[in-house]
């Protein structure tokens, strides 16, 4: 086995490992597709292991841990190879599709707006993170998976952004530990449910306010398919997968009653083999 081999095996292995959603769908790509999608989350991984898992250190130390990681990163696309064991693929991938640099300034920037930003006032301001945490992922993929990435992009943003979005509300308890909101604030005052936040109680104005943020997931769901006709039609069914059992997640909360904080929301490992497994049938 070549070290590139390694690589590509390793970040298999981060997406099975931490990513069950995502990986599940991409057993729906062609074979030779797979590697380079596990490529890419392995590179997102890796950089938010940076992020959230350094352990109790200053800010200061991360920042230069992600600015460590991004000179090298960047020099090792232009040297056009990495021994790193997860960049190495990452690299590879990013050569044999031309995919922009820039596509990982944007994600390293919302990175690093962990750092300092715990909360969002607007929806548009949470945006502005969501388009490097999030919407950039989408962006990342199309060069792998549409054969018009100008006309998919819209779609790949919007459900790039749903994802993270569906994140953040099965994540609440998670992120207050680490001390982050990531609903908006005019919208947690607009349903008076600062309270419920601070004692992490699911009252009745916590439910109003999820319910409301569920609403506007699932409307950036519905607008995410408009894409997909943009898709080559190998990795249709990939997406159909990875949209269907990520947004069941909202219907987890929902069934939970909202206590997002007693319960993590997780859609079942056999409800999501079973969904992949039909649209498998369908592909055929």
């Known amino acids: 086995m070549t070290d590139l081999e390694r690589s590509y095996r390793e970040c298999r292995r981060l997406n099975k490992r ?5 990986y ?11 590697p380079h999608v596990h490529a890419l989350y392995g590179f997102c991984r890796y950089v938010d292991d940076i992020v959230d898992d350094l352990g109790d250190v200053p800010v200061s130390d991360r920042v230069r841990a992600v600015e460590k990681f991004s000179s090298s990163f960047f020099s090792d696309l232009e040297r056009g190879s990495s021994e790193d064991l997860v960049l190495a693929a990452v690299v590879d991938t990013v050569r044999k599709f031309q995919m922009d640099h820039e596509l990982f300034r944007r994600f ?11 909360s969002y006032e607007t929806f548009e301001d949470l945006l502005d993170y969501t388009d490097g945490s999030a919407a950039v992922i989408g962006e990342m993929l199309l060069p792998i998976i549409a054969y018009d990435r100008e006309a998919a992009q819209a779609g790949a943003r919007d459900l790039g952004v749903a994802f993270q979005l569906t994140n953040f509300l099965r994540d609440i308890n998670e992120d207050l530990d680490r001390g982050r909101v990531y609903i908006p604030q ?16 699911a009252n009745d104005s916590f439910r ?63 409800q999501k083999i079973l969904a992949v497994s039909k ?5 055929k």
């Open 18 to 22: 931490f990513g069950k959603t995502y």
């Open 24 to 34: 599940y769908s991409t057993l729906l790509l062609p074979k030779p597709w797979r």
């Open 108 to 118: 390293l920037r919302s990175m690093k707006m962990d750092f300092t930003i715990a």
């Open 186 to 201: 005019v919208d947690i005052r607009r349903f008076g449910a600062g309270g419920a936040l601070q004692t992490r109680t």
């Open 208 to 270: 109003d306010l999820i319910r409301f943020e569920i609403a506007r997931t699932r409307d950036l769901y519905r607008s995410s398919t408009k894409g997909d006709q943009f898709l080559r039609p190998e990795a249709q069914k990939c997406i159909q997968a990875a949209r269907q059992l990520y947004s069941a997640i909202l219907g987890r909360i929902e069934l939970l009653d909202f206590d997002v904080f007693a319960t993590r929301a997780e859609v079942p490992r056999f």
């Open 279 to 283: 649209l498998a049938i369908f592909a």
